[in-house]
């Protein structure tokens, strides 16, 4: 722990803190610092002129000292090699570092800081990126990019490029880590170094395009591109800039874009997977209650996040310990991807599977790479309160998330986005979905960690309900059924609901027969209420969550119309006490409840 005090920085005017690099004739002498508070409002015709650092923090346990202020300052092993190779022998070096320049002690401060982050890099001279030192097995690697990118070099022409070597180099950490991405994003210059060997920013990513290396082998290197693509354009920014506005951001894409692209990142604090992209969102943090925080637990920014890109509606459960939600909402199915083929983006068909949204027609979307690969079979839905679709992947009880804010260029689609949320009016299917960011799809999960947020999100009635957890698996598992049913996949269906049926016998101890012939639109509570089975009504209408008086998809027929028809007064009775359900509400055919039970001759009933 350093014995170093900082002073305050002023709220106003943007200020941060500027490390002063004093210079030294003989290498290994000790570094020796001083620390400035600058204002970045302060601006002239020109840039400002510091370097700011892009670099991996490294072990906590492995750290060396620094004197900043004459007062000795533990920096993390990794950072003091940087220092000790960008020190000059003569001239005072002047660098933005944030372990150094940000109180990292102070949360307030740190929030202020990372708000401002994107304007640090954006107003540096140039970014300056630090891959670490050169190993033997990357020796050379930055050297043999500098000479791809030159196609005039005769050196190149004669030097065997070692691609192995290079490929080495690229899974370093630096290009696995979220914060990196604002950080040349932002830059108006970069430039690589590794050891003692540097590259201009603009000729690595030529050199690397000149190459034509494969990255799919490597699962850390398939969003390499994304890295490369930010980085090339850094050259693009301008480079005199006289103002910038209060709530500076480089409006690369909306928050769920980015996160759909890049939560797969590394970071030694979870929570600025969320912040780290804030300064390449197109939203307004504000608004969404996301401004950096660090005295806000990650379970409820990952829950306001959730909400954010979804809406307020959707129930969420998420934890301290982990990276995924578990969220539950209503929706309707769209389509499903037929075809998919992925480059540096994901192309693919989609079929449509919903009335509303252009039936049996197939229509080609182009998205962005994303940080889980779309898969031909994933299924395309919109969540109610939703402004995007999301992908989805069935799994055995519920779905998980693939890409939770599917953002097709408008040319894409036969449709525009916007229009599609306020064109969908009938939400059927309850959805249970699981986004995991920490694991990729298919590996796998702590099971009783999901079996805990499970019954959280249940909800308080969970733990009342008479029949425990078999009745709340029946029911997971019947909603998997009918949203294959609105797939056409019947059989896949009729196996889910066999599943779901031998659960409720479970749950209440009795058998049933097992109705399945055109039961693919019923919900259990329809199917229930029809088969009267008074014990599965009750424990359903226990759930705060079901909607007692919903139509099933294929009659548009409520549990009271199914229980009517076929004379079964319980249910009847049960139904008509939650006070939520409609008498005189018609079906498709324009048949009431009444109606039905009056044709049947069931008096009771009537």
Known sequence: MSSYKYSLLPLKDDNIRLLHLLPNRDKDAPLQ??????????????????????????????????????????????????????????LVRIIWVDAVCINQGNLVERGQQVEIMAKIY??????????GDETEEIKGALEDIRLAADEES????????????????????????IWVLQEVAAARHVVMMCGSSQIDGYAFCLGLKSLSLSYTASPNLQTLPSVVYLMERAGLRSKHTSSLPEMFSLNIRSLAELIDMFHARKATDTRDKVYALLGMSSDDPGKAGLRPNYEVPWKDLFQQLVKFVLGKDVSVETSDGSQRAVIKSKGCILGQVSSVT????????????????????????????????????????????????????????HFAVVVIAATPPNKSGSFELSELSKSMAYFPRDFLLVWEWEKPLGESQDQ?????????????????????????????TWNVALVLGDLGEYKGAEE?????????????????????????????LSWAAGNGYDAVVKLLLAKDSVDPDLKDSQYGRTPLSWAAENGHE?????????????????????????SWAAENGHEAVV
């Open 496 to 524: 889910k609901l066999r599943e779901a049926i031998k659960d409720y016998e479970k749950a209440i101890g009795e058998e049933h027969p097992r109705t399945l012939k055109n039961q693919y639109g019923l919900t259990p």
């Open 122 to 131: 954006s107003n540096a001279h140039r970014v300056i990126v630090w891959l």
């Open 448 to 476: 009783e960690e999901y079996k805990v947020l499970i019954k959280n999100i249940q909800g308080p009635e969970h733990s009342k309900a008479e029949f425990g957890d078999h009745s709340d698996q029946a029911t997971r």
């Open 570 to 594: 319980a249910v009847v009775r049960l139904l008509l006490e939650t006070g939520k359900v409609e008498v005189d509400l018609k079906d498709r055919y324009g048949r009431t409840p009444l």
């Open 33 to 90: 610092c001083k620390l400035r508070n600058y204002s970045l409002q302060k601006l002239g015709p020109r840039t400002h002129l510091y370097e700011a650092l892009s670099y991996v923090w490294g072990e906590p346990d492995n750290t060396l000292p620094i004197c900043v202020d004459k007062i000795e300052f533990p920096v993390r092993a990794n950072l003091h090699a940087a220092l000790s190779r960008l020190r000059d022998r003569f």
């Open 154 to 177: 005769i050196e190149h022409s004669k030097k065997e490029t070692n691609k192995q070597a290079i490929l080495k180099l690229l899974e370093q950490q630096w290009f696995q880590r």
């Open 342 to 397: 992925s480059d540096d983006r994901q192309n693919m068909f989609i079929t449509s599977k919903n009335a509303a949204w252009h039936l049996g027609d197939k229509m080609e979307w182009t998205l962005q790479a994303s940080a889980k690969s779309i898969r031909e079979h994933d299924i395309v839905c919109l969540l109610q309160g939703a402004s995007k679709p999301t992908i989805i992947r069935r799994c055995k009880d």
